[in-house]
């Protein structure tokens, strides 16, 4: 065989390679939550206040935010007797994910057992969403990530960390 049938197939195999290559995004090392915004959230429990102790008036909620999955965290803050309003949290941030790809939960829990009235009660879950930080459709930068389900809304601030 001639030198020129090898440089014939060594330039097939480079012009087949180049048009099969992909372009995979890459995956982040990790997440930072920079700040999470509650705009809509359930203020009673399908009419029944969160909370209703035995001796004096029933108050709403005391909210606060939890994200569970290959790790646990707990906002360091919670909002008191709430009313529907926004909620903003800024306080205790920013937190850290370090598994991008894995399936989180976002919840909205009642923090009850605040004073007297209500020492027998355990803090509520009100609300629960899915979320997978990455979904491999290239995220990079910073970004606000909208969370909805039923009647609740929440934006997650968040930057992709690739390292
Ligand atoms: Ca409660
Ligand atoms: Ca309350």
Redesign the pocket.
């Known amino acids: 065989m001639n030198k020129n049938f090898y440089l014939l197939a060594l330039a097939s195999m480079l012009l087949s390679g180049c048009e099969d290559e992909e372009v995979i995004p890459p995956v982040p090392s990790g997440i930072r939550i920079n700040e999470i915004i509650v705009y809509e959230y359930p203020v009673t429990d399908g009419g029944i206040p969160?909370?209703d102790p035995l001796f004096g008036s029933a108050t709403g909620?005391d909210v606060l935010w939890q994200i569970t999955g290959p790790q646990t965290i707990w906002s360091s803050v919670y909002f008191p007797n709430t009313d529907g309003g926004v909620l903003e949290f800024t306080e205790g941030f920013p937190v850290f994910l370090n598994d991008p790809e894995a399936t989180y939960q976002v919840k909205l829990w009642?923090k009850?057992d605040l004073d007297v009235s209500?020492l027998a009660?355990s803090?509520?879950e009100m609300v629960s969403i899915a979320w997978q930080p990455f979904t491999n459709s290239g995220e990079t930068g910073t970004e606000w990530i909208e969370l909805t389900s039923g009647n609740t809304v929440m934006d997650i601030q968040v930057t992709y960390l690739f390292e």
């Open positions: 969160w909370d909620p009642d009850d209500d009660s803090d509520d």
